[in-house]
């Protein structure tokens, strides 16, 4: 990855692509929907994650950018309650994510089965897809609206059936995800998440896995829902261009840390962290 | 009529005692493997849960059934429960016995079903019982029939320990011509040539489903 591409970005951003610097994060006001409260996550001795505080308000796009290794996977797996925190407090929508509130106004960590509630709001797709392989593509969409939401299968089917056609993938109803390309197996991931209509998306790497002729197409519909939609999103992505159009809130991190958050606009063309602008020259 | 020569109308009066044997054995077989499937993969699940409090007592019990010969677990319970049918008794510790393999057998299933599926699930807000019956075991399933198959037949040669609580399958029935006329080869020749019979085809089967599932 040479020059060129930077020299793009610089041009369309100073060229004022989008939102003016520093205005958009208070356009959408009001109690965060996701705040990460001193968050430590560790596996044994390793620590991913430092006493992490950040915010993201409703309606947001957030990416998260930085080195491999660096902790953004992480995150939102713990938001997605796949991991437990080693430390601190998720809040969701000023609840907490995976403690419960005792009577006296405690928190303890929260069951296995009081995770599967507050997880209801929260949708993620992965970089892997993870279709259900037994399943065909409808079915893959409707088996959650059906069975944890109640929604009659007859909606179900027919709102599936929308989706698809929103993800361009209208006349493959019947097809078995072993069928589809990378790109159309992710499609169908993402017609899959919102059908549990989440209030926040999380997107981990999700074209990383797709072949580089897939990724476009991938991410203008990603450009599209997160234009179209009031969903919460946060991303994981290497995509900078990308992450550059969509976000509102763009947080660098490295060795578990943020080392630098702001506008998109900011941290493409003007980070201040010395670590943010290494790793911008090495991506772009 | 004895040793060395084989004695045709011995084969010929011994045959259809033998094929009715052959029926309880076949009927002990599926009953058992069917008792053998479906708890070998409850003790599969069971395996899995999040607390040691069941895991430790079905592990135990496990490893007690495996220590111990089936000839002798089928006599212990056959003396334990003296009052009932015996064939119930086969059939059930039969299928208890391979529920021990079969677990196993599950189990490499369910380790194969990607991380990512559980994951998936879990993303998409999936109860555990839906997650298992919708997701995990379906691919888990399919993944191990062949295997399943397997132990399918090698339970139906396992059969003839029956004879030993007196379930009047295939070889009780051998063994009782055998002694009654003295033509043991006849009789157990035959049973053997049936067991062959039913067990090559289907053993061929398993390996061409082996093959059709890309094993």
């Known amino acids: 990855m040479a020059t060129d591409p930077l020299h793009k970005t610089t041009a369309e951003s100073t060229a004022g692509a989008g939102r003016p610097a520093g205005t958009v994060p208070h356009q959408k006001s009001g109690t965060p929907i996701v705040h990460f409260d001193q968050v430590e996550k560790r596996y044994g001795d390793h620590l991913v994650l430092d006493k992490l505080d950040f915010e993201v308000k409703r309606g947001e796009h957030v990416t998260l950018i930085g080195p491999s290794g660096s902790g953004k996977t992480t995150i939102l797996r713990l938001l997605m309650t796949l991991e437990r925190l080693s430390g601190g407090v998720i809040w969701v929508d000023g609840e907490p994510l995976s403690h419960t509130r005792k009577p006296d106004g405690s928190l303890r960590a929260a069951t296995e089965k009081e995770l599967r509630e507050s997880r209801r709001k929260i949708g993620m797709v992965f970089q892997q897809f993870n279709l259900f392989p037994n399943m065909n593509v409808l079915r893959n969409i409707t088996e959650a609206p059906i069975t944890v939401l109640g929604v009659e299968r007859a909606e179900a089917e027919s709102r599936a059936r929308e989706l698809l056609e929103l993800v361009g993938l209208g006349d493959k109803v019947n097809a078995h995800p072993t069928q589809l390309s990378g790109g159309q197996q992710q499609r169908v991931a993402i017609a899959r998440a919102l059908a549990m209509r989440p209030e926040i998306l999380l997107l981990d790497e999700v074209t990383s896995a797709l072949d580089p002729e897939l990724v476009a197409g991938v991410l203008d519909l990603l450009r599209q829902i997160a234009h179209d939609t009031d969903i919460t999103m946060l991303c994981v992505t290497h995509e900078m261009n990308f992450a550059r159009d969509v976000s509102d809130q763009v947080l660098m991190f490295d060795s578990g840390r943020i080392v630098e958050q702001g506008t998109p606009e900011k941290i493409f063309t003007d980070p201040e962290h010395k670590r943010t602008r290494e790793f911008l020259n090495a991506v772009l | ?215």
């Not at chain 2, 000839?71 to 429960?81: C, R």
């Not at chain 2, 299928?95 to 699930?121: C, F, L, M, N």
């Not at chain 2, 691919?139 to 059969?159: C, D």
């Open chain 2, 1 to 215: 009529m004895s040793g060395a020569k084989f004695d045709w109308s011995a084969a010929g009066e011994v045959l259809p005692m033998l094929l009715r044997g052959f029926e309880i054995t076949l009927l002990a077989t599926v009953l058992g493997f069917l008792v053998g499937a479906v708890l070998g993969l409850l003790i599969a699940i069971a395996r899995r849960a999040p607390t040691r409090f069941v895991t430790a007592p079905v592990r135990g019990l496990m490893e007690f059934i495996r220590s111990t010969p089936l000839l002798v677990q089928l006599v212990g319970a056959a003396t334990v429960f003296s009052s009932v049918d015996p064939l119930v008794i086969g059939i059930i510790v039969l299928g208890i016995h391979y529920a021990t393999y079969t677990s196993e057998v599950y189990r490499a299933g369910i380790d194969g079903v990607p991380k990512g599926q559980w994951e998936a699930s879990r993303a998409l807000s999936l109860s555990p019982v839906r997650t298992w019956r919708a997701v995990v075991l379906p691919q888990a399933v399919r993944n191990v029939l062949p295997a399943l198959g397997n132990y399918a037949i090698s339970m139906f040669k396992e059969t003839p320990f029956l004879a030993v609580i007196t379930v009047q399958e295939m070889v009780f029935e051998a063994r009782k011509y055998g002694a009654d006329h003295f033509a043991y080869t006849e009789a157990f020749t035959l049973a053997g040539l049936i067991f062959l019979v039913a067990s090559y085809p289907t053993s061929l089967l398993m390996r061409k489903l082996e093959k059709r599932l890309g094993h």
